[in-house]
């Protein structure tokens, strides 16, 4: 199922952010405390069958609950064909056959930018390496902010 917010993934269970471009995957795994999101890998995008294939096996694995979904918003909150090929890389997912995991979407604008200001500034990467690295790292940038923003959203009284 498609969520309406990050607010709605259940707790207590661990996420995987997801960065999609046209030509890789990024991925992130939080832990299941919604403290600490990790970059973990890359996938080079083929057929969706293939891609799907990849994610399942990562969730099965990794006992994944949920996924965070960077949604590519325009700058001034629009959306383009980016976020529509985006939502329909997620129903896809949820058209497969064993689909159960929940999906929720998280304003990804400018998270690949500002994961390569890090790795040029403070880690001093070459243009090679920060290829290599950029899309797991934005993944986990999207998957932090997300579970940033359900750790610190006041409970209402």
């Known amino acids: ?3 309406e917010s990050v607010f709605d993934l259940p707790t207590g269970v661990a996420l995987l952010g997801l960065d999609l471009g046209e030509k890789t995957i990024g991925v992130a795994v939080g832990d299941p405390g919604g403290q600490i999101a990790s970059p973990l890998e890359t996938v080079k995008r083929a057929k969706f069958t293939k891609d799907a294939e990849r994610l399942e096996a990562l969730i099965a694995e990794r006992r994944i609950g949920g996924i965070v ?5 325009n700058m001034d909150g629009s959306e383009g064909p980016r976020c529509q090929s985006t939502r329909q890389f997620a129903r896809n997912l949820i058209s497969l056959r064993n689909w159960t995991l929940p999906i929720a979407f998280w304003d990804e604008r400018l998270s690949t930018t500002a994961v ?3 790795l040029i500034d403070q880690a001093d990467m070459t243009r090679a ?9 934005a993944a986990a940038f999207i998957l932090q902010g997300a579970m ?3 750790r610190l959203r006041p409970t209402p009284a």
């Open 1 to 3: 199922m498609i969520l």
């Open 69 to 73: 979904l960077g949604l590519p918003v």
């Open 116 to 118: 390569e200001r890090v």
């Open 129 to 137: 390496r920060r290829g290599d690295v950029v899309d797991k790292m």
């Open 148 to 150: 940033d923003a359900r």
